[in-house]
């Protein structure tokens, strides 16, 4: 007799971006930080280190709840080697999200490697996947968005508990509510 | 008897961006460009306009293919008024995406408004839709991409007929064949 379905865990997915330049890059990796904490992941490994980048995240979560943090790493090489877990990199050279999708679906851990302008080739090599949002160029932010979405799905509230305010979505204009104590979720 | 089960036609999808800074946002309007065109937008209206970036992004279209194109526009109301399709604002304030994508599926245009920080209160009634990609601070670029890739799904790559060049997609390191003559996508 077959086992019973049961709900699928969701994996826990980290995030590595390699190659931020703290003087040029800060509103992009800002963005692609929040992006991965909106979307599910649950931190960001920042290479090189940014220390006022991840003050700022710092602010958003203790604003808006949940326990997603920056970590700066001075070399992006170990992370990858002691990380216990899938490694895939996203990179427009890869595979098509569809095909590698399946074989990822079931890993508890993921790091997702993200790179900017410049990715060092021995990236293509550390990886497990080298994967795909389309075989165009675009946007780190983007491809890590649909990432993350394909593999979550809708990220549920209770990831963002203890925040100190939270949105009630609207039809039309803003309503954001102030959480007194505890956040129920 | 119920007509035959046709393939539906992929709508025709226009962003517009309301609120760049051409001196502080180029680097981000050009991510939110790029996805926008890689993830099956047909173009990207701009506002205010920014020649130098519709320039870089029609290089990126000259030699990786497709009609994709930006068009500066100095007012975004009239846009939004003469467009013959529905609006979809993405918005963190708004209703979320698995209870709006079912009453615009079928729609053969759709115009997606994104705000760059501060978006006119205006944009909120004016949208026939108000989407949020998670009630959570993230990116217009990594909303704009959730949504594209939810609405559209993969991208055919003959979206993208007549560029000089394309990738195959490989599972290590980077493979680009030159195209010669008519790329038959």
Redesign the interface.
């Known amino acids: 007799m077959p086992a019973p379905r049961r709900k699928r865990r969701r994996p826990d997915v980290a995030v590595l971006r390699v190659g931020h330049r703290p003087g040029r ?1 800060p ?2 990796t800002t ?2 930080a ?2 991965a ?3 599910g992941a649950s931190r960001l490994f920042l290479h090189p280190p940014d220390p006022e980048l991840a003050d700022r995240i710092a602010a ?1 979560a203790r604003r ?1 709840g949940g326990t997603f943090g920056v970590l700066g790493v001075s070399s992006w090489k170990p992370v990858l080697s002691e990380y216990r877990g899938g490694v895939v990199h996203l990179t ?7 095909s590698v999708l399946p074989r990822i679906r079931r890993a508890p851990r993921l790091l997702v490697v993200v790179g900017g302008a410049k990715v060092p ?1 021995a990236l ?2 550390d990886a497990d996947y ?1 994967l ?8 780190e ?6 990432f993350l ?2 593999l979550l799905g ?2 549920p ?1 209770s990831r ?1 508990r203890g925040g100190e305010q ?11 509510l102030a959480v007194r104590g505890r956040n129920p979720g």
Chains 1, 2 share one sequence.
Not at 166 to 176: E, F, M, S
Request: charged share 20%; no cysteine.
């Open positions: 890059d509103r992009l963005h692609l929040l992006a904490r909106a979307l958003v808006w427009m050279y890869g595979e098509a999200l569809t080739a293509f090599e080298n795909a949002i389309g075989s165009q160029p675009h946007s932010v983007a491809a890590l968005a649909v979405h394909r809708d990220t509230p963002f939270r949105i009630i979505p609207q039809r039309r204009g803003k309503r954001v």
